[in-house]
């Protein structure tokens, strides 16, 4: 059942999405789905700030056996998800809990998770130009949770040894770094992704451990979103798998 201006969208795999004006998804989104990919071992697992789904969708679809949590604080973007579940009889797969990620504690369980991933705000309160739609200030700006909240919830949800995995812009990599310093999680992997490479890194994935021994961070080989034409790189292609080949 789709509402006003809702629209399905595949995802390759045979699994779609519902996506909407207000509450769709961007090449950064799949990048970190890649980026994060639950292990084999992986048990449980939680993405917060979920929106529409599309992290857990892709996790799914590339694989995962691990059961997720999706996190979530506005009602219909948790909807839109809970449909393209049951759509794709997926709906055992994740547990979609409408939630704001400061108050979780009775909500789910906490120290039991092997991976906690977010794709948050990208501008501090206070910085940029604000769209008149609410569910872009929550996407986009700090206005409900911060990065130290992102990283105390993570830390609290974690089991010891756990991971957290985020991406950010690059401009806020030591906020990132200590937000998640103080919370106990040490960064262990890091990614920058660039345009092209004549541009400047748009965007970086890091990845801590919570409990994790200080130092050891392992800076991996930039990952580049189109080649030398002007297309998609070949990793990046390999990323997309099946969505969209359209534009591939």
């Not at 989104?29 to 990919?37: D, Y």
């Not at 930039?222 to 798998?241: A, K, T």
Request: include cysteine; hydrophobic fraction near 35%; charge should be positive.
């Amino acid at each position: 059942m789709l509402y006003e201006n809702e629209k399905i969208e595949p995802f390759g795999g045979g699994i779609r999405i519902i996506v909407s004006d207000e509450h769709k998804f961007w090449t950064d989104t799949v990048i970190l789905a890649n980026f994060s990919m639950p292990k084999k071992n992986d048990k449980k697992v939680c993405d917060l700030g979920s929106g529409c789904g599309p992290i857990p969708l892709i996790w799914l679809r590339n694989g995962t056996d691990a059961h997720i949590t999706a996190v979530e604080i506005q009602e219909n973007a948790c909807s839109m998800l809970s449909r393209s579940l049951s759509m794709n009889d997926l709906s055992d797969k994740v547990n979609v809990v409408n939630s704001d990620l400061r108050e979780l504690k009775g909500k789910i369980d906490l120290s039991s998770y092997d991976l906690v991933v977010c794709n948050p705000p990208y501008k501090a309160e206070g910085t940029g130009i604000k769209s008149s739609k609410q569910a872009h200030i929550i996407a986009r700006h700090e206005s409900l949770c911060t990065m130290d909240d992102i990283a105390l919830c993570a830390s609290r949800l974690l089991r010891f040894s756990g991971r957290f995995c985020m991406c950010q812009r690059p401009e806020r990599i030591c906020d990132v770094i200590t937000a998640m310093r103080n919370n106990s999680i040490e960064p262990k992997r890091l990614r920058f992704v660039q345009q092209r490479k004549d541009k400047a890194p748009k965007l970086f994935l890091i990845e801590g451990r919570r409990g994790g021994k200080p130092g050891g961070l392992k800076v991996e080989p930039v990952l580049f979103v189109e080649n030398e034409s002007g297309g998609f790189s070949d990793e990046m292609i390999r990323i997309y798998g099946q969505y969209k080949e359209e534009f591939l």
